[in-house]
């Protein structure tokens, strides 16, 4: 039989957020139920819910990055067992058998994956995400959250950890990677950028935060970075030409990206993990000059936000965050766009205890 649970809810993009009962379906063989700790607020449902990536399907609970307990497990379940702790992040099915699959990459699947929410699910429903009481999984879309990791501070990890951590390995951030890119810059000091500045400094790259000012420079070097630079400076881009490896652009706004690509050495990567809902411009010159590559990246695999997730245990890496009940998510969007967040809002779902559902 299907679970009722309490979430928070959209009815509209201009509608407050209220608490109210969702039906989560019933579990399946191969399911896991997971008791939720822990939701990060994510710039990607402040984009869904205000329809900036086009119409969402409301009313609509959103939230990708959840942390919890394993509460029960369908009989085919081998992986995981009732009090297990464990993550979901921004998947939660894909076809299993295409090639991108086969290779761990289901962010990728080519007959289209499933995300958390606002996505159409295997039985044409719409998916409901982690800003709840309980969550129903495949398994196979299911993380261990390594114990020395707390369930707060894990959430964020869910997406803005394997959203960053995936292009830096990718394209060989520090010595660790080869030594392919020893000069790494992150564009932007917020709830994906913080995260990238700690991953790449753990690979052994040498970091610099690259930010309109230099307000939040001592918050960047306690994550790990060298320094920041403030980009707004006069003749910015002529003075710092050619000397980076890797750009890690975590901002959801407009760029000249032409002239960040100036930043890079030659044969060097921007690699953009964010995404601003107007078109950027570009000139084809700034990446045939000097052989650069312009690459997009979206989260990960399963596998991989499973190796990220043990990484950041070994390193001791966390997401920095504030943590808020169920009743402030309206004031922390509007943070979040504000840039008003340290550096990102992590939902208390045990505070639904304390609102009634309308």
Not at 19 to 30: L, Q, S, T, Y
């Amino acid at each position: 039989m299907s679970i009722t649970v309490k979430a928070l809810q959209k009815t509209g993009p201009d509608e407050p957020f209220r608490v109210g009962m969702i039906e989560r379906r019933a579990p399946r063989a191969d399911d896991v139920v997971i008791d939720i700790r822990a939701a990060g607020i994510c710039h990607s449902d402040i984009h869904t819910i205000r329809n900036e990536w086009g119409q969402a399907h409301f009313p609509l609970t959103v939230g990708h990055e959840i942390a919890g307990v394993v509460e029960a497990v369908g009989d085919a379940v081998t992986d995981w067992k009732v009090g297990d702790r464990v993550g979901v992040g921004c998947l939660v099915d894909s076809c299993g058998e295409c090639e991108e699959c086969a290779a761990g990459q289901e962010q990728n699947c080519l007959r289209g994956n499933v995300g958390t929410y606002n996505s159409t699910d295997v039985d044409g429903t719409i998916t409901q995400g982690g800003y709840a009481q309980k969550v129903v999984v495949s398994e196979r879309f299911v993380c261990r959250i390594p114990d020395s990791l707390d369930f707060d501070v894990a959430a964020p990890l869910l997406c803005a950890g394997i959203t960053t951590y995936q292009p830096l390995a990718r394209w060989g951030a520090g010595e660790k990677n080869n030594g392919a890119a020893k000069q790494v810059a992150v564009v932007g000091l917020g709830g994906l950028g913080h995260m990238g500045v700690q991953i790449a400094a753990a690979m052994g790259a040498e970091v610099t935060v690259l930010s309109r000012t230099l307000r939040k420079e001592s918050e960047a070097l306690a994550l790990g970075a060298k320094r920041m630079l403030a980009t707004g400076e006069e003749d910015f881009f002529v003075s710092h030409n050619g000397e980076f490896d890797l750009i890690l652009n975590t901002i959801s706004a407009d760029i000249p990206v032409d002239r960040y690509l100036h930043l890079l050495k030659p044969r060097g990567v921007m690699a953009v993990v964010g995404l601003p809902p107007a078109k950027q411009q570009l000139s084809f010159g700034s990446v045939i000059g000097g052989a650069k590559v312009l690459a997009g990246s979206n989260i990960g695999g399963i596998a991989e936000t499973q190796e990220m997730l043990d990484f950041c245990a070994e390193h001791g890496i966390a997401a920095k965050i504030e943590t808020i009940p169920v009743t402030e998510a309206d004031a922390a969007y509007d943070r979040v766009v504000a840039g008003d967040v340290r550096f990102r809002a992590v939902i208390d779902t045990a505070s639904f205890d304390d609102v009634e559902a309308v």
